[in-house]
C-alpha cells in the first residue's frame, strides 16, 4: 500500500502546471511544499496525507485531477482523506455555496485549511524534503490515515 502511494506521489515529478498559478515548478515540488506547510501548522495525520496527495490526479488528469485523484486513494486511505483530496478545489470552483453547504462542520474547517496551504505552496524558491522524508513524516507508527478505510465519511456531521 505504502509503495502504491509512493509511486502514485513519484509520478508528479516532472508534471507541468500552469506558471501563471504554480510559479514553483512541477506537480510535485509543489505537493511536498503543501505538505510542508500541513505539517507546520497541524497535528492531524490525515489532513497531511490529503495535504500530500491533493494533487496526484495531475499525473493522469488536468481539470479532473481532484476526483481522479479521489479514485486513486479510494480503499487506500482514510475516507475523510479521500473526501478532502475529491472536494480540494470546492473553495475555489464555488466559495460562497462550499461554505453554505458544510457551515459548522469539521469537513469546512479541514477543506479551508487545506486551501489556505495549497494556495500558499506556490512559492519556486522553497526548500522542500524529499519524498521519502515526507513519507517517514507521514507514516512514522501512526497508522490514522489509514483507519476504517472500509467505512464512509460524512462531511455534514458536525
Given at each position: 500500500m505504502i509503495d502504491d502511494l509512493f509511486s502514485l506521489l513519484s509520478d508528479l515529478d516532472g508534471v507541468a502546471q500552469s506558471?501563471?498559478?504554480h510559479p514553483e515548478g512541477d506537480a510535485l515540488f509543489h505537493s511536498l511544499q503543501v505538505f510542508e506547510l500541513a505539517t507546520r501548522s497541524s497535528t492531524d495525520?490525515?489532513?497531511w496525507a490529503a495535504a500530500l496527495f491533493h494533487d496526484i490526479g495531475k499525473a493522469?488528469?488536468?481539470?479532473d485531477h481532484?476526483?481522479?485523484g479521489a479514485d486513486l486513494?479510494?480503499?487506500v486511505l482514510a475516507p475523510r482523506a479521500v473526501?478532502?483530496?475529491r472536494h480540494h478545489l470546492d473553495?475555489?470552483?464555488d466559495a460562497r455555496g462550499t461554505r453554505r453547504r458544510h457551515l459548522n462542520t469539521p469537513a469546512l474547517s479541514d477543506l479551508e485549511k487545506l486551501r489556505g496551504w495549497d494556495l500558499r505552496g506556490r512559492n519556486p524558491h522553497a526548500r522542500v524534503m524529499s519524498i521519502e522524508c515526507a513519507f517517514d513524516k507521514l507514516f512514522d507508527g501512526d497508522t490514522s490515515m489509514f483507519d476504517d478505510n472500509e467505512g464512509t465519511f460524512d462531511?455534514?456531521?458536525p
Open positions: 506558471p501563471r498559478y495525520r490525515v489532513l493522469e488528469a488536468g481539470a481532484a476526483e481522479v486513494l479510494e480503499g473526501w478532502l483530496v473553495l475555489l470552483r462531511p455534514f456531521s
